[in-house]
């Protein structure tokens, strides 16, 4: 810590590491307080300290302090103490995000910001800084009255990447969204879970051609249903017997001996487009249009339903009057169950966790403190330990 010089109550230091200045001082609580005064004079850092202690003594509203702190900095050395709106800078933050994100993070991100936009009504026009906790819980709680918990709890917590963005920036003094805690599920409330063997030779009887090779895919490579409908045949060696991909949610790159059952439907599966075609055509053609996957989940849907594991739910139009983001009906089975599925395989056939959860492609404490790479051979081994279910 540099150097404090101090003239009464109010103080200075200076940020280490750097040749700024942060002016120190007590609030009306006695608590003591800090805040960067963005200059490397030392005396306008005093007079900024000067001024908060003593607006504090004088009960001085925020926003008369916040407005004399930036005249006080403009007056001395033009250095402006930025006042940005929750809208300006909610609006910032969401085009620093279009070069940050994937596509689905950023659509995720821009109707989690506009709904909260949307809750705070005037109020989005208020300074960033005067957000509080309260702004926050009542969005947590107004959301979980009209979407599923998860929904509420992700939308918290894309508020809390963004307050903690302009924490970094200096724009506001603490993460309020990072105080509000996201809702726990409710007691009785159902969790997705894996297939049974019977269950997923069920899906396959009534499923077409290529909807049973991405089931076979799923199940075998626990991969994501976007990832595998993206997959084109340079991703896989037949030869080798393996599958080489990057995964789009998290852009990690990710090698999975193909199992048995796997190579079998390749070897009937005629390819004779070259390399760069895609191993789901018909998948990837709806995907490429609709650029998300969303109408594939509505097929495995149907598909669940032919199977008998699965009532027909209703489409949008049974929300009538309640909206787009109204709570739905809870299913325990779709696609990513099949991801659940092989890692519940693995370990009944007495695989290290760590190893399913690199095939898998989940990031664990095992993996990160143990491994650095998993080796090929180790995971050939684990894959071959599966059961022919289909």
């Known amino acids: 810590m540099g150097a404090v010089y101090t003239l009464n109550m109010a103080s200075v230091r200076r940020k280490p590491g750097t040749r700024y200045w942060i002016s120190c001082y007590t609030d ?29 003594r004088r009960n001085l509203h925020a926003e008369q302090v916040r407005d004399g702190c930036a005249q006080i900095l403009r007056e ?48 989005k026009g208020m ?38 963005d302009a924490l970094r920036e200096d724009l506001v003094r603490r993460n309020c969204a990072a105080l509000v805690r996201t809702l726990k599920k409710a007691p009785g409330t159902e969790s997705r879970r894996p297939f ?30 976007g990832d595998l409908v993206r997959l084109k045949w340079r991703n896989l060696d037949i030869e080798t017997q393996q599958m080489a991909i990057s995964t789009h949610k998290t852009d990690r790159r990710v090698i999975i001996p193909l199992a048995a059952p796997l190579v079998d439907l390749l070897k009937d599966s005629l390819n004779s487009d070259g390399l760069d075609a895609s191993v789901f055509p018909r998948a990837h053609g709806i995907v490429q249009a609709h650029g998300k996957v969303s109408q594939l989940s509505r097929e495995f849907i149907d598909i669940l ?17 309640k909206g787009r983001s109204a709570t739905r009906m809870f299913n325990p089975l779709t696609f990513h169950c099949l991801r659940h599925t092989l890692t519940s395989m693995l370990k009944n056939a007495g695989v290290a966790e760590s190893v399913a959860m690199d095939i898998v492609g989940h990031e664990s404490k095992a993996i990160s403190q143990v491994y650095t790479h998993m080796e090929i051979d180790t995971k050939r081994q684990a894959i071959g330990r599966l059961p022919n279910i289909l």
């Open 127 to 164: 300074l960033l800084a005067n957000l509080t906790v309260e702004d926050f819980s009542r969005f947590r709680e107004a959301s979980a009255r009209e979407v599923s918990r998860v929904t509420a709890n992700n939308r918290l917590k894309c508020l809390r990447v963004m307050l903690q």
């Open 196 to 225: 049974t063997s019977a269950e997923v030779k069920a899906v396959y009887a009534v499923a077409e051609p290529e909807w049973k090779r991405l089931i076979a895919f799923g199940l075998y490579t626990g991969q994501r249903l």
């Open 76 to 123: 001395i050395h033009g250095v402006v103490d930025e006042q940005v709106t929750v809208q300006d800078y909610a609006q910032r933050w969401l085009a620093k995000k279009q070069l940050e994100t994937s596509a689905n993070t950023r659509t995720s991100y821009g109707n989690y910001v506009r709904r909260f936009l949307g809750f705070l009504g005037e109020k």
């Open 305 to 321: 339903i032919a199977a008998g594991l699965r009532k027909d739910v209703p489409t949008h139009r049974a929300y009538a009057g």
């Open 28 to 56: 009306s609580s006695g608590r003591q307080r800090q805040k960067s005064s963005k200059t490397t004079n030392r005396g306008a850092a005093m007079k900024l300290a000067e001024y908060l202690e003593q607006g504090y």
